[in-house]
């Protein structure tokens, strides 16, 4: 059980829960639950409770699968009663939401699901004098590539203006939608101050890469170029100050790419500019122009000339098709696709074009549709195919994640599920796993060694890349609609992986059950999603990420806040717990109000008393951007009358204490930092405080807590004056003489620390006033 789950566990007892009766399904129920579309998005609070029998009758089934990560699930209910547990087995807070941001498949989006931010909030947890312990990796750029995107980048706007910047202040931020051609313009600028030979990209999966590259400047900076895309990370404008005097020190040139919003360049001035994609027309003329250069020398065609290529070119770009389909374009790589796909009709009639640009928009789902495709035959017979097949599935599926993640997810879906659905006969001798690479996985699936985008041989680990993100997409649509008998073992996998150990791929399995939703919102919930919902901790939070994960589809927006609404209503505990955890999405993020109203109902009942689910969704509330109205709420909750509700309060703030006030700011807590500018907060924080170190439940880590923040002061002034004032104030009567054992143990293992020797002093010459806690 992980620290931020034990929170509501130190000394307490599991009790027996009662075995909970259907409610009817009647009108109120049902309008609980949301808008009147049928289907699994409004089924009444007794129909959640027979849908999912109780965890004592699927303890084995329950066991096995947590463990092997292979079981079935049970889908009956049985109407035993079950033992109330402290749901512990979750994933620790930090961990899980570290995961959930390195897993960003909100980026990665396609005509089903909607644009949208991902789940981006600043997630370091508070560290005191060491390392932050980012991996960055080092990709050089050979002077080929960087010569072929000087032969075909077109300006963009204030492109010359850019240059100037960054050749005079060293350091240059472009901030941008993705697919605008930024990557481009960055090599293109960076060549234009150092040597082809001398441009890398900076490259890490963690958060807080550039107050890394601050830390690390004299081992990662030196003379030549470099990027960094931040992703949807936010900016600071101290941060990119800091870089560019770093970078003249060490004569290198440096160009960050963002995203508009969490990059604001009217901020960053005079750093940073807004990076707008070229004319896409221009884009395509100069690659057609490139594809075509040498086809009249290998052509096979009599009449095939310079002077045709140059008539085919004019026409393409005339076409009227051509530039309604250019307005769609979602990115500049898409362009340099459909030119590819245009350049390898040079002689077909123009009759056809619609074929063409038809072929083109196709063209990944039949890519994929390709690459799942089982052979009759083999060089190591028929019986091979299934596990060639799941290893491509699990390896679009993964993109982006750990090859060993591929492989783990691979052999669980060959090995384990797919026997259940097949006859193998005779077993194969050679297993599919212990081939090469590129054996298992075509050429035409994966990206290029390309260093221009991040991901190749110098990947440490070696990741999973495809050679288009959207691919992954097409998979899953193939798979889902093309191949039916793929739909339950899919199911079973998917249910499978949500029991590994590793976060990362517990949140991509989620993940991908919520794309499926995209696709088929009724079967995907009626067979799968409910039956998370009602079962173990890890599975209730997968079952929450889903339908985060559909809600970016705009037409289901409506029917997955129904869905939790109807959680919340449900008489079992494991639904309400669900919707808990789902509140901590960015579904509870789009209405905060109507978030808190339900995660206090959720915190009043019995039946969550044991679990951590409304903290957690609590701190992801307050990280996420919400802080102010969170704050307020857990100021009521811990003057409640209701002690579940302070008991939650407590757990939140246990939670939120360990967490630091931005990537400028890591070693000073996110809590204090908002309190040192607002009396009211400071008030707020003092009575949380006291409760928790009062707390039989919670005063163990509160007062390890507590110290943590003490050694953080030392080494910033602000941060050491306020807690002097507001610790006094903390361990007023009757914790004063408590105070002093703290203080005297914590100064004997930490003899060094300003902070807590002042403390001890301040104590012994008098104490905190009786009064101060009030």
Sequence with gaps: MSDTEQAGA????????????????????QSAAGPADPGPAQPSAGAEADAVGAPGDRAAAKNAAANDGDGPRAAHDSGRAAPRRE?????????????????????????????????????????????????????????????????????????????????????????????????????????????????????????????????????????????????????????????GHLARKQRAFLVVIGELGPVDPDRLRPHAVEHRRPPLGDVLAVHLSRLLAGHPGACAHQDCSAEHTAAFTARMLESQQVQRTLDGAPSVRSVVEFAEVLAQSI??????????????????????????????????????????????????????????????????????????????????????????????????????????????????????????EE???????????????????????????????????????????????????????????????GDSAAYRQSAALALEMAAHDPR??????????????????????????????????????????????LGTRQELAFSSSVAFSMSWLYLAGSPGPTADALDRWITSENDHLAKHAIRTLLILSRYGAGPDRRDRPVLADAAMADPDRADALVRLWRRALMGQDSSTRAWDQLRRWLLAADADKELAAFLETLVPRICARPLTLRTGFYLGMWAGRHPDSGTVRQLRQQLANGGPAPDAAT
């Design 556 to 601: 289901l927006v409506q029917r997955v806040r129904g869905q939790i609404r109807s959680w919340l209503g449900s008489p079992r505990w494991q639904f309400q717990d669900s919707a808990a955890r789902a509140y901590g999405t960015l579904v509870g993020a789009q209405d905060v109000p109507d978030t808190l109203w339900a995660l206090r109902e």
């Design 347 to 468: 002689h077909s009639e123009d009759t056809s074009l619609s074929d063409v640009i038809g072929q083109w928009r196709d063209r990944l789902r039949r890519l994929a549709k390709q690459l799942l495709q089982v052979s009759t035959q083999t060089s190591h017979g028929p019986v091979l195919d299934p596990h060639r097949q799941a290893f491509r599935i699990a390896y679009a599926f993964f993109h982006g994640h750990p090859l060993s993640d591929v492989f783990e997810a691979g052999d669980v879906l060959s090995a384990t599920v797919l026997p259940r659905y097949e006859t193998r006969e005779p077993a194969p001798t050679n297993h599919v796993f212990e081939r090469e690479l590129d054996q298992l996985i075509p050429q035409e699936m994966r990206a290029s060694v390309d260093t221009t985008s991040v991901g190749g041989v110098d990947d440490n680990p070696r990741r999973a890349r495809l050679v288009d």
């Design 87 to 243: 749901t512990g087995d979750g994933g620790d807070f930090t961990r899980y939401q570290q995961a959930r941001q390195q897993n960003g498949l909100n980026k990665i989006l396609r005509s089903a699901v909607a644009t949208g931010s991902g789940s981006a909030f600043y997630a370091e947890q508070l560290s005191i004098g060491g390392d932050n312990g980012i991996e960055i990796q080092v990709l050089s750029v050979s002077s080929l590539t960087v010569a072929q995107q000087l032969d075909s980048h077109r300006d963009v706007d204030q492109q010359p203006q850019m240059a100037a910047r960054l050749a005079a202040q060293h350091v240059l931020v472009l901030a941008g939608q993705p697919g605008s051609g930024r990557q481009s313009t960055a090599l293109t600028l960076l060549a234009g101050c150092c040597s082809d030979d001398s441009i890398k990209i900076l490259h890490s999966e963690a958060q807080g890469i550039l107050q890394a590259l601050c830390q690390r400047a004299d081992e990662l900076l030196g003379p030549g170029g470099f990027m960094v895309d931040l992703g949807d990370q936010p900016l600071k404008l101290s941060t990119v100050e800091t870089l």
């Design 10 to 29: 130190e000394g307490a007892v599991p009790e027996e829960m009662p075995a909970e009766e259907p409610a009817p399904a009647d009108d109120s129920a």
């Design 471 to 533: 691919l992954m997409h097409a998979v899953i649509e193939v798979v889902w609609h093309d191949y039916d008998s793929l739909r339950d073992p899919l199911r079973e996998w998917l249910t499978a992986l949500v029991a590994r150990p590793l976060e990362r791929i517990r949140v991509r399995a989620a993940q991908i059950a919520g794309i499926l939703l995209s696709h088929d919102f009724d079967s995907v919930y009626r067979d799968l999603i409910r039956n998370w919902a």
